[in-house]
T-cell receptor, first 111, second 116 residues
Framework: QKEVEQDPGPLSVPEGAIVSLNCTYSNSAFQYFMWYRQYSRKGPELLMYTYSSGNKEDGRFTAQVDKSSKYISLFIRDSQPSDSATYLC???????????FGAGTRLAVHP | GAVVSQHPSWVICKSGTSVKIECRSLDFQATTMFWYRQFPKQSLMLMATSNEGSKATYEQGVEKDKFLINHASLTLSTLTVTSAHPEDSSFYICSPDRGLTNEKLFFGSGTQLSVL
């Protein structure tokens, strides 16, 4: 079993839709959870980070963590074509060091 | 976010040659540098962790003699792919770390290596 499972997609949605991206993890020792956005052949860009269960909102993005279910989500509201990218979840047991990444979900938002 | 400069962004080389990739943290001193590799349509996999002034720690399955890492200063780390082969073709990304607790990690822009 992989430490982090993430559906690779691709996920195609119309502009303005709400997007839900998810990851599950296996080890309850993981305490830090992040979402990165990666455009083709670019380095990952940090979108959201959290270390507790619950929701965290930043503009159109909401990160949700459910430690009891070992399940994390990223919601994108009012999706835009510029949101088209690969979204990677990342987790860590010791601060933000030595991240373990999910496979990444490819998202395409079409006008 | 932190400013990380990685060069080159793209390199094409012949099989058997060596390629050096540089990663600079421009606005803070990086005591640690993480080097990742990403194959097409796959996630980032940690290759090695380097600490300034000491030997790098390699993840299982990564050949230390093939992927030479030098972290001679707090702002510069280099990864050299020696005697590159087509199977080494990948996207290489660095991530500097100051070693602070709960610090967010940022990444370089990546280097696409294509070995012919």
């Amino acid at each position: 079993q992989k430490e982090v499972e993430q559906d690779p997609g691709p996920l195609s949605v119309p502009e303005g839709a709400i997007v839900s991206l998810n990851c599950t993890y296996s080890n309850s020792a993981f305490q830090y959870f992040m979402w990165y956005r990666q455009y083709s052949r670019k380095g990952p860009e940090l979108l959201m980070y959290t270390y507790s269960s619950g929701n965290k909102e930043d503009g159109r993005f909401t990160a949700q963590v459910d430690k009891s279910s070992k399940y994390i989500s990223l919601f994108i509201r009012d999706s835009q074509p510029s949101d088209s990218a690969t979204y990677l979840c990342a987790i860590s047991s010791g601060g933000y060091n030595k991240l373990i990444f999910g496979a990444g979900t490819r998202l395409a938002v079409h006008p | 976010g932190a400013v990380v400069s990685q060069h080159p962004s793209w390199v094409i080389c012949k099989s058997g040659t060596s390629v050096k990739i540089e990663c600079r943290s421009l606005d803070f001193q990086a005591t640690t540098m993480f080097w990742y590799r990403q194959f097409p349509k796959q996630s980032l996999m940690l290759m090695a962790t380097s600490n300034e002034g000491s030997k790098a720690t390699y993840e299982q399955g990564v050949e230390k003699d093939k992927f030479l890492i030098n972290h001679a200063s707090l702002t510069l780390s280099t990864l050299t792919v020696t005697s590159a082969h087509p199977e080494d073709s990948s996207f290489y990304i660095c991530s500097p770390d100051r070693g602070l607790t709960n610090e967010k990690l940022f990444f370089g822009s990546g280097t696409q290596l294509s070995v012919l």
